[in-house]
């Protein structure tokens, strides 16, 4: 195990902030508050705040404030666009909640509270995905491999059919989340298979094989950043503690991608943190493929092979210590499902 990494999400209770305001004499447009879906909805999500900034804004350069996975695509997308576009950030990779994300797709991963989801919500979150999607698409095949598609294996004593869409979300303190991807976006992945006992090697009953997309983080970070400052982007370390400081930048046009910290910068009480462990083994490129059972998972990526517990998802909780003992229960719930590999 070479690091353990905790981060916060930025869930937001009915869903992403994607409105637009008056700030004296700038538009302020939001994008933040994904969850456990930022970087897998993020260009479909600032296509929308771009566009709100395109139609509400009063033409000029404009300030994209945070450098995560929602400030990075927006800053991208205005550029296309023909904008001049600096990026206002505390911090930047790899001290940023987008940093220690799992990079796997997952378009909603607490993505709302299934109460409080409202009118239409379903349909935006169909649009918003699959035009991530096709953007993704795109990336395939980039030196560095940031985004890939790679192989999963589930392995489980219960049917795969009496499964819930999402074990992590099983825990005692937390809100049923809404979940979209099986009745809204399953033609978007191969269709998976299934395996009973002596069809596959692991000490479950049952095993599932399916597919899935990862984002290499550090890679796909870099790639990002490259492209936006051979456009011409520029990145300006600042903090802001008030709306009122967001008045004395120069640009007339502002997109909001703080995440969880648009809870202190704006008031925002719809906003709770989530709070996730992960660890790291060292990286194995000849394990190309991801792997989870009832207790922990594994992803397979470029800076190491990520180990975590399916009981990640504290909701509420501001923790940011490390808890070792999770990171080694996770271990060992993966090594006892993979024991018979090794005598075949």
């Known amino acids: 195990m070479i690091k353990t990494t905790v981060g916060l999400r930025p869930f937001r209770r009915t869903g992403p902030n994607l409105t637009v305001e008056s700030l004296g004499d700038k538009v302020l447009v939001h994008n933040y508050g994904h969850g456990g879906s930022g970087w897998s909805l993020s260009w479909g999500s600032s296509r929308q705040a771009v566009d709100n900034a395109l139609t509400n804004g009063k033409g000029g350069p404009v300030a ?3 450098c995560g996975a929602l400030g990075m695509t927006s800053a991208l997308l205005l550029q296309r666009a023909g904008r001049q576009v600096t990026i206002y950030t505390k911090d930047r990779h790899p001290n940023i909640t987008s940093s220690v994300a799992t990079g796997v797709w997952s378009p909603d991963s ?3 509270l299934k109460s409080e989801a ?8 169909e649009k918003t995905c699959r035009t991530s999607f096709r953007h993704y698409q795109n990336l395939l095949g980039l030196p560095g491999n940031p985004i890939e598609w790679v192989d999963t294996f589930h392995a489980t004593d219960t049917p795969p ?10 825990r005692a303190d937390s809100p049923e989340f809404a979940h979209f991807y099986q009745e809204r976006v399953s033609d978007l992945t191969p269709v998976s298979r299934e395996f009973k006992a002596g069809q596959h090697p ?4 049952y095993a599932v094989q399916g597919s899935t997309m990862i984002y290499n983080i550090p890679a796909y970070t870099q790639y990002l950043l490259d ?10 370390t600042q903090e802001f503690n008030t709306p009122e400081e967001l008045k004395g930048l120069r640009e007339t046009t502002i997109i909001n991608c703080t995440g969880l910290g648009s809870q202190a910068l704006f008031g925002d009480k719809k906003l709770v943190p989530v709070r996730g462990q992960l660890s790291f083994l060292i990286p194995q490129p000849e394990v190309h493929y991801n792997f989870s059972n009832a207790s922990a998972y594994t992803i397979a990526r470029r800076d190491g092979i990520i180990v975590g517990s399916m009981n990640n998802g504290r909701y509420g909780s501001t923790d940011l210590s490390v808890d070792p003992q999770q990171s080694d229960d996770s271990v060992d719930a993966i090594a006892a499902s993979m024991a018979g590999l090794a005598t075949g």
């Open 64 to 66: 994209v404030i945070g």
């Open 110 to 112: 607490r993505i709302c």
């Open 118 to 125: 409202p009118a239409g919500f379903a349909d935006w979150w």
């Open 161 to 170: 059919s009496e499964e819930p869409d999402e074990e992590g979300d099983a």
């Open 202 to 205: 692991f000490r479950e009953r």
């Open 227 to 236: 492209e936006f400052r051979m456009q011409g982007g520029r990145i300006v």
